[in-house]
Structure formats: structure tokens, C-alpha cells
């Protein structure tokens, strides 16, 4: 048998790490970042795939909160959208692990900042 | 930063897009995984023909083109409307439409502030928001420290956002959903008697929708 890959519950508190309403936490951080491009991309392509069927919102949230904690607080919100849309096209059988890859370099072979890797 | 592969003599200026425009400041940051990993997805999606470039940029401009500006003309009409307000207090959702707005398949509930009550809106587990009336949610409104308290301790949040309660005023929190989201309905200011549907929407603020804030006092 496969080994779960969901990460249970914690004992201490009977809940998955996104549960975290009532926890403590730190002060509020009022600070407002202005979105760039690629996270309204990110944002874009979220809304346009699930018009479209290949995901749902619920979709995106499982591959979310099975990315765990550390990722939340060590990856940016987009950061974690598009790696979440990822996994939830890989599984709808989109493109291949192997296309993506590919892709990638593709990009990367194209310049140094986002506005070169993306055409402008 | 500079882009020292170009020589000074290149067509192209330095900083410079292919099509002869600067850059976007956002866009002349060092590229990161994430981001090539965004651009490969996108452009994977136009060449399966799931997406089209001009779609996206559609997208993009219908999200960018919401904001909380929506969500006041909604409120005001409310305040100046009370055939809308029941209607708005009835199905969020559809009093909205009938303003012209896109609310999509969600259930949208609008919690109304009295002299007694005030509603402050959170989404515990995720980041859910009234995106369609208020466009996206302010940072704030997706980080742990939110998330966590405002549920356990409201009228501490509400003070570090600047706004201090009476203690006589019952607070909810409403914890949203992905399919059922809430905007809060804020009382209308005192002293607004003589103004018009648009002055009175110039005073909504996107955290007094959320409850985090009141509207504006008339100047």
C-alpha cells in the first residue's frame, strides 16, 4: 500500500495546519505590496482553468494545504498558486512533466529578468 | 538592474522591452523559479489551445478594472435605496447583479452594522473574499496573525487596525467560505442626510466592507 501522502492531523491540536483560526499569532502587518504581472497571470490563469473545467477551486486549495506549512511560510502567495495550479494540471493530464520541464528552460534560456524570460 | 549582455551599441536600450518600451519596474527584478514556472504554464496552455494570450490579458484587465469602489456604490445605494437594502440583505448575490456586477456562481451575504452590532469578515482557512465587489484581498487579509486572532480576540484586531469599540457593541465574525463569501453592509454615517448616492459611496472604505474600518465622516 502507498504511504499517505496527506499529512495528518497533529495531536495537539486536532487540525491541519491551515486550521488556524483561534490560534495565536503576532501582530497584524498592515503593509500592501502592489501585484506584479506574473502574480495577476498567476491570478488569471487560476480563474480562466477552472471557467474552463480543468480544476476546481477546491482543487487548488487540496494541493495548497498538502504543500504543508513550511510552505506558507516560506513561499509567497502566487508562489503557491502556481505551483498548486501545476500540480492540479498535471493530474488533469495537461501537459506532462516532461513538457514542463522542457518549457522551462526554454524560458530561463531567454534572458535574466521576467519581462525578457516572458517576451516583454 | 543593468542588462549587461546588451552592448551600448544594440538596438535595443538598455532596460529597454523588444518593443522599444520600458520595462514594467515589476518586471526588471531577477526571475525567479516561481515566475518561470508561471510563463512556461501559460504559454503551455496557448499552445494546447486550452487558453488564448488575449483571454488572459481579458482576465487580467476585468480583475485589475474591480475594486472597492464596487462594493461602495453597492453600499450606497443601500443607504439611500431601502426597497435595494432588503433586497441586498435578502441575496447579496443578486442585488448585486441587478447593479450590473459580476458575482459569479458564489453566495454573497452582506452583514449589516447597527448602532449595536458590528460584522468584521475573515476566511480562517484560506483567503476567501468578496473579489468580484472589492477586488483582491489586501495582504493583511490573507496572513496568519488575521486569521488566527480576529476569530479568538475581534476587538483587539479591530484596535490595531485603529478602530476601538464600544464595549456596549456586540461583534461578529463571519468566516468565509470558497462558495459563500461576505461584505459587510457599514451604517450609514451621521451628518450624510444631504448627500448624493456618489458623495455618499466616496465615503465607503474597502475596510469598512471588510469591518476592519468605518466609512469616512462627510468632510
Known sequence: ??????????????????DMGGLKAGPLDATQHDFALWEK??????????????????????????????????MSYYERWVASINNNLLEAGVYTVEELGRRMQEVMARGKTYGEASGG | MPHDHHDHDDFHHDGMSPSGHPYRADNDTPLTYWQVMEIAIRELLIDKGIATASEIAVQIDTMDARSPADGASVVARAWTDPDFKGRLLQDASAAARELGFDIGALRLIAVENTADIHNVVVCTLCSCYPRNLLGLPPDWYKTRAYRSRVVKEPRRVLAEFGLTLPLSTRVRVHDSTADMRYIVLPARPAGTESLSEEQLAALVTRDSMIGTGLPKSPA
Not at chain 1, 502507498?2 to 491540536?13: F, K, W
Not at chain 1, 482553468?49 to 516560506?74: H, I, N, P, Q, W
Open chain 1, 41 to 74: 497571470r498567476v491570478d488569471a490563469l487560476m480563474v480562466l482553468c477552472s471557467a474552463k473545467g480543468y480544476f476546481t477551486v477546491d482543487g487548488l486549495r487540496r494541493a495548497l494545504e498538502d504543500m504543508g506549512e513550511d510552505a506558507f511560510e516560506t
Open chain 1, 1 to 18: 500500500m502507498d504511504a499517505p501522502t496527506v499529512p495528518p492531523m497533529t495531536e495537539e491540536t486536532g487540525r491541519r495546519w491551515h
